[in-house]
DNA sequence: GTCTATACACCGATAGAC
DNA sequence: GTCTATCGGTGTATAGAC
C-alpha cells in the first residue's frame, strides 16, 4: 500500500493477507450493512479466528479505514479514466461529472456509507486513509475552477446538491431512480445560478 | 399517546413511565450518540434495571420508534407554530420554510439522524412513528403548491437540495454555517429553476 | 402488571501458549 | 502468526418475587 521501493518475499505475504482481509470486509459489508461487518465472520472468511486479525489490522477501525481509502482510491481511478472523455462544452463537462459522482455513490450502499461516513458510530478517517479523498475534492474544485467555478461557496454549492440527490435516492428510492434522474435538471439549475453559459 | 376517551390511574402511571424512559433515552442519545444507546443506560437513569425496560417497550427499536415519533410530532408542532408567520411573499416564504426545516436539522444531531435514519442499522419506523413525518411531507407539498409549485420531481428536488445542505454541514462542519449560510443563495436558485417570481 | 435476577449469544479486544 | 481462553460489553429472553 505505501510505497515501498523495496518488497520482501515476506512483505508480499503480509499486503497479500491485507488485501484478502479486506475483500472478505466488503462482503461482509455488502451482505449484512456497514454496521453489520463483523471480525469474526471476516475471519471466517479468510480461514482465520478472528484474534488472528490482530496481526494484521490493529483493530476494527484500521479495517474501515483502510477500506475508506480503497473506496476513494477507486473512486480517484475511474474518475482518472472518465476525465480523458470530458466533453468540452462547460454544460456538458458538469453533467458528466455529476453524473458518475452519482452512478458511483448510487452503485454501493456500504461503499457509499463508509466514504461518506456517519453511520459507524466513532469512527474518523486517518490522514492516510483521508489523503485519497482529499486529492479528489482537489480535482472537483480544479475541474470547476476551469468551469469558471471559482468561489468557494459555488463548490460547497455544487457539493451540497450532489450529496442532496445521492441521499435522498437511498433514503427514499434505494435501488430507483427518483432523484438520480434529476440530475439534468439540478445540473442546469446550479449552472444557471454561478453563471455557466448556457450553450 | 393513543386516543384514548377514558385514562385509568394506570394508564397515567404507564404513559408517565414511558415518557419518562424516552426523555432519558434521547439523553443518552445525545450524549453517546444514537448508536450510543444502550437499554442499560437508559434504564439506569430511570432507576430501573435494563430488562424492566420491557415492561414498557417491546424492543430497543421500538424505543427508537417512539423517539422517532416523537421528533417529527415536534417538527411538525413547531412548523404550525411558524405557518402563522410566513411571509405572502413568494421567495420570502419559501426562504423560511428551508429556514425553518435547516436551523431544526441542525440542532440536534442524535435527532437528525433518527428522523433522517439510516445510522441506525436495522431500524424502519412504524407506520404509527411514520404518521407525522409523512404529515409534514403533505404540508411541505401543500405549501409548495401555493407557491405555484406542483410538480412531483420539482418538489423532489427542493427537498435534495434541503438534504443536501443539512447533510453537508453535519458531515464537514458540524456546529457551523458553511452549508447553511447558504440557504438563501440555494433558495434563490431553486426559485429561479422552478419559476417563482421574483420580488 | 412491574420489576429483579439470571442467563444466553453475540460483539471487539487482549493475554499467552505454541 | 495463529491459536485458545477469556474479559467486559451489548441486546434480549425468561423465570419468579412482590
Known sequence: MLGETTSSWQDKRRTAARTEILTAAWAVAREHGLAGLTLREVAARVGMRAPSLYSHFASKHAIYDAMFGQAWTEYERLAD????????????AL?????????????????????????????????????PAVRVLGRLRAHLARLGVTGDEDVDLFTALLAG??????????????WTRLLDRAVDMYADAVGI???
Chains 1, 2 share one sequence.
Open 165 to 178: 440527490l445521492v441521499d435522498q435516492q437511498w433514503a427514499n428510492d434505494p435501488g430507483g431512480d427518483r
Open 95 to 131: 453533467r458528466e461529472i455529476a453524473r458518475f459522482h452519482l452512478a458511483f455513490a448510487v452503485a454501493d450502499l456500504a461503499r457509499h456509507q463508509l466514504m461518506n461516513v456517519r453511520t459507524v458510530p466513532d469512527f474518523a478517517p486517518t490522514e492516510e486513509g483521508l489523503a
Open 81 to 92: 479514466a472518465a476525465e480523458a472523455g470530458l466533453p468540452a462544452a462547460p454544460r456538458a
Open 197 to 199: 453559459p448556457r450553450p
